[in-house]
């Protein structure tokens, strides 16, 4: 899910210049991985109950939102104009709020006592996300619980890991070419118009860093999951690359609990 502004490098981040696409890919309902994946695992970690509040970040065009109880307190964020106005067409829940802001400063929102925190696919795409991660340290009660998900850090860094085969054990890997290094890599979102298309930014982080941004700012890791694709290949390649998608997550889930205020 989308998210962003411009940072100290001057780059734009937010992803309303390409909200049509993003529409398109995600639709209402979300993308294959949404379904399948992604939401399920989300709702199972955190454990929602009728008594909690969610504060969801860069929650694009609300997903999560409408995957949720309507008897639990929910507010969205996002800087994508587009995508707000889309969530509170989808979402008319009274319980359920959208609002645009910029996630890497100051929330106008009068509410510290969540109980439960997320974003999504997004703070991949954020190039200072402990300034995310402080503002869901700000929000939280004490004991309050976040969950990041992500592309998996190690194995799908854009331009630097990539599917190869090996002939001769008739296996497929992941090739890592860089990992430990943080990235920041632009990515056409119209390969096939090259310099004619629109840019999103990824910004790579070790898993390392992740930790250190969640120790500095209250936070314990409580628990790390990584998620496979459940998708099934047939054909002449199909036993090699089932195996390979069995032992290569495609995302990372990152449940942490604040234990402090700063």
Known sequence: ???NNKYQSGVNTSWQHVSKWYRKLVNKEGHYYHQHTIIPGVLKLLNLRPDDSL???ACGEGIL?????????YQGFDIASSLITLAKKYDKLLNHHYQIADITNLLPLSKYNFTKGAIILALQNI???R???LNFQK???GGGQLIIIINHPYFRIPRQTSWETDPNSKMQYRRVNRYLSPLKIPINQQPSEREKSPIIWSFHYPLSSYSQFLYETGFVIEKIEEWVSDKRSEGKAGKMENRARAEFPLFMAVL???IKHL
């Open 1 to 3: 899910m989308p998210m």
């Open 55 to 57: 504060l969801d970040l």
């Open 65 to 73: 939102g409408r995957a949720i109880s309507k008897e639990i307190y």
């Open 127 to 129: 190039e200072n996300p």
């Open 131 to 133: 300034n995310v991660i």
């Open 139 to 141: 929000h939280l009660v």
């Open 256 to 258: 942490a609990r604040k």
